[in-house]
Nanobody, 124 residues
Framework: QVQLVESGGGLVQAGESLRLSCVVSGRKISISAMGWYRQAPGKQRELVAEITSGGTTNYADSVKGRFIISRDYAESTGYLQMNNLKPEDTAVYYC??????????????????WGQGTRVTVSS
């Protein structure tokens, strides 16, 4: 069973920075794409940034030049460095991982897994 644990959210003032982390665990885990999504109150969940297994990145226009997505392949961890935060960045941020793990009988399980979310609040 794959688990994603996010951390790093909090309350900051506009212009400050935060770094979100997402640790992925599972039996014989192999991760392809990782991504960060966010959901603001009353709005739909939206893509913030994603990174493929080859390191190709994609960003929402609203965060380009301010946010940086990265990953540590050896530690199965993803990061989102958020700089120059704005009040409109306030949301719950979710980590997503497309991955393959194996059951105790060594059967592969391919799935898209989500973390529980970490709240980011940016005050003006």
């Amino acid at each position: 069973q794959v688990q994603l644990v996010e951390s790093g959210g909090g309350l900051v003032q506009a212009g400050e920075s935060l770094r979100l982390s997402c640790v992925v665990s599972g039996r014989k885990i192999s991760i392809s794409a990782m991504g960060w999504y966010r959901q603001a109150p009353g709005k739909q969940r939206e893509l913030v940034a994603e990174i493929t297994s080859g390191g190709t990145t994609n960003y929402a226009d609203s965060v380009k030049g301010r946010f940086i997505i990265s990953r540590d392949y050896a530690e199965s961890t993803g990061y989102l460095q958020m700089n120059n935060l704005k009040p409109e960045d306030t949301a719950v941020y979710y980590c997503k991982a497309d991955c393959t793990s194996y059951t105790s009988s060594d059967e592969p399980v391919v799935e898209r897994a989500w973390g529980q979310g970490t709240r980011v609040t940016v005050s003006s």
